[in-house]
């Protein structure tokens, strides 16, 4: 955008401290820099102001997502590559690195290095994000964050499917399973760690493959971020393929979907969460 420095805000739905700092960062930062801020709709209706769709945040310098982990996964689905940082009002925050207390000089500091630099482009942090595609049908799921998972038409007895896990077309392993998870590092302390997958620091070029209640059960495999991964799902009468637990795409088996890398990664600016400070949070 030309002209004034323009930052988006986003504060998680119905958390009223979440309002509450939303509001003091617009009214600090228009305050003291040529900045417009906008935040999103259901903020706005809260603290009477008007809002915006988080989706026309995309072309703002930089937003700040105020809430737990699932805030800023959403905030990232909707405005694609454009820098976040994250404000922390969860319990873990492997992707929220700021305090709240903290938030007000953390914000106005980025606001200053934007206005003497023009850009946070160089200073971002980028975190991987997976594509999947179907082979031989015409969708892609949004891209994901944590994980793309394939699954059957439940998970339990006599719910799961027939998966074959191929890696840059070399067969890992076919077992009738709940489903297959591929994560990101990012992903690797969400759904992976709960169906048994190791933890991947955030920095590891890497990705992890694991099984879910698999009866021919191996090890979950770390994969290069280069690898092609392909889940060939049979012997069920519907699957899905899922991005981050949301964007769901039925499947019709025999069917294959494939996983890799989306072209645009997640950019983080500001502090950086300390990953082993958020293990120790974990239950």
């Given at each position: 955008?030309?002209?004034?420095?323009?930052?988006?805000?986003?504060?998680?739905?119905?958390?009223?401290?979440?309002?509450?700092?939303?509001?003091?960062?617009?009214?600090?930062?228009?305050?003291?820099?040529?900045?417009?801020?906008?935040?999103?709709?259901?903020?706005?209706?809260?603290?009477?102001?008007?809002?915006?769709?988080?989706?026309?945040?995309?072309?703002?310098?930089?937003?700040?997502?105020i809430?737990?982990?699932?805030?800023?996964?959403?905030?990232?689905?909707?405005?694609?590559?454009?820098?976040?940082?994250?404000?922390?009002?969860?319990?873990?925050?492997?992707?929220?690195?700021?305090?709240?207390?903290?938030?007000?000089?953390?914000?106005?500091?980025?606001?200053?290095?934007?206005?003497?630099?023009?850009?946070?482009?160089?200073?971002?942090?980028?975190?991987?994000?997976?594509?999947?595609?179907?082979?031989?049908?015409?969708?892609?799921?949004?891209?994901?964050?944590?994980?793309?998972?394939?699954?059957?038409?439940?998970?339990?007895?006599?719910?799961?499917?027939?998966?074959?896990?191929?890696?840059?077309?070399?067969?890992?392993?076919?077992?009738?399973?709940?489903?297959?998870?591929?994560?990101?590092?990012?992903?690797?302390?969400?759904?992976?760690l709960?169906?048994?997958?190791?933890?991947?620091?955030?920095?590891?070029?890497?990705?992890?493959?694991?099984?879910?209640?698999?009866?021919?059960?191996?090890?979950s495999?770390?994969v290069?971020?280069?690898?092609?991964?392909?889940?060939?799902?049979?012997?069920?009468?519907?699957?899905y393929?899922?991005?981050?637990?949301?964007?769901?795409?039925?499947?019709?088996?025999?069917?294959?979907?494939?996983?890799?890398?989306?072209?645009?990664?997640?950019?983080?600016?500001?502090?950086?969460?300390?990953?082993?400070?958020?293990?120790?949070?974990l239950?």
């Open positions: 955008m030309s002209g004034a420095a323009a930052v988006g805000i986003v504060a998680q739905r119905n958390n009223e401290r979440a309002h509450e700092l939303a509001a003091a960062l617009t009214e600090s930062l228009e305050g003291e820099f040529d900045v417009t801020v906008a935040v999103d709709e259901l903020t706005g209706d809260a603290i009477d102001v008007a809002g915006i769709p988080v989706a026309e945040m995309a072309d703002r310098d930089f937003v700040v997502s809430g737990g982990d699932g805030t800023l996964l959403f905030v990232a689905r909707e405005v694609g590559s454009t820098p976040i940082v994250g404000v922390n009002l969860g319990e873990v925050g492997f992707l929220n690195a700021v305090p709240p207390d903290d938030a007000p000089a953390v914000i106005t500091d980025l606001a200053a290095r934007l206005q003497e630099t023009g850009s946070l482009e160089a200073e971002a942090r980028e975190l991987v994000r997976l594509r999947a595609t179907g082979r031989g049908s015409d969708w892609t799921l949004e891209p994901a964050l944590n994980e793309i998972g394939v699954h059957g038409p439940r998970r339990g007895p006599g719910g799961g499917a027939t998966i074959e896990v191929r890696v840059d077309g070399k067969r890992y392993v076919e077992s009738h399973a709940d489903g297959v998870l591929v994560a990101t590092p990012t992903g690797s302390t969400a759904y992976n709960s169906e048994g997958g190791p933890l991947l620091r955030p920095d590891t070029d890497s990705l992890v493959v694991t099984q879910m209640a698999a009866t021919d059960a191996m090890p495999l770390v290069d971020t280069d690898s092609e991964v392909t889940l060939s799902i049979s012997e069920a009468d519907v699957a393929a899922i991005s981050d637990g949301r964007n769901r795409q039925r499947l019709e088996p025999p069917a294959t979907v494939s996983v890799s890398l989306a072209d645009d990664p997640v950019r983080l600016v500001g502090p950086e969460a300390d990953f082993f400070d958020g293990l120790e949070k239950d």
